[in-house]
């Protein structure tokens, strides 16, 4: 079956720039999850939804993130007027439920900002 | 808050040596613990897991056991292989809050 799937792989923008990036979760995955990464660095929790209900975006670093999940399957994270230190690897994972379950990981999207 | 420490890297071994990676946490409640794994080009993978004190997670010949005395939740493997190296992150997640929670990563270099 299908894993966690993301798009674009890579993404370069200049200062400024507003850019989208797709999750495509398991199918049937209540949970989603978005990570970001910084190059040698453990990931960062940004936001978690279940179904289309965000209920936690504890860790947007600023109000230009946000990210949505309309229909409770495909989420885009959104960063508006991207500045150089947003550079890094936006991770998307997926899980049946939430709590204890195994959190299922996408390749990432690795966003260079210029 | 919580949080998660471990060991820093690069580690560098010789295949068929032992390997230990360690790991300890601090947490409110019980939190489940994780180890995932990213090799080369490939995203994070489960390794291996353990949801209450004194389970040992294993997988692929790697075990971990959920200390809670000592707050920790170390990585072992008897015997390494090449195919071994890869970046390896400690992880923790409980009660209600879902969210993983990471330590730094350790690089393992498994040398022929």
Redesign the interface.
Known sequence: GAG?SQSPRYKVAKRGQDVALRCDPISGHV?L?W?QQAL??????LT?FQNEAQ??KS?LPSDRFFAERPEGSVSTLKIQRTQQEDSAVY?C?SSFS???E???????TRLLVL | GDS?TQMEGPVTLSEEAFLTINCTYTATGYP?L?W?VQYPG?????LL?A?KADDKGSNKGFEATYRKETTSFHLEKGSVQVSDSAVY?C?L??GNN????????TSLAVNP
């Open positions: 966690v949970s999850f990570y040698g660095q453990g990931p960062e929790f978690y209920l936690d860790g991770l994972a939430g709590g204890s195994t959190q299922y990981f996408g390749p990432g | 998660v489940s994780f995932y490939e995203g994070l993978q489960l897991k949801t992150f992880a997640t409980g879902r969210k993983l929670i990471w330590g730094l990563g």
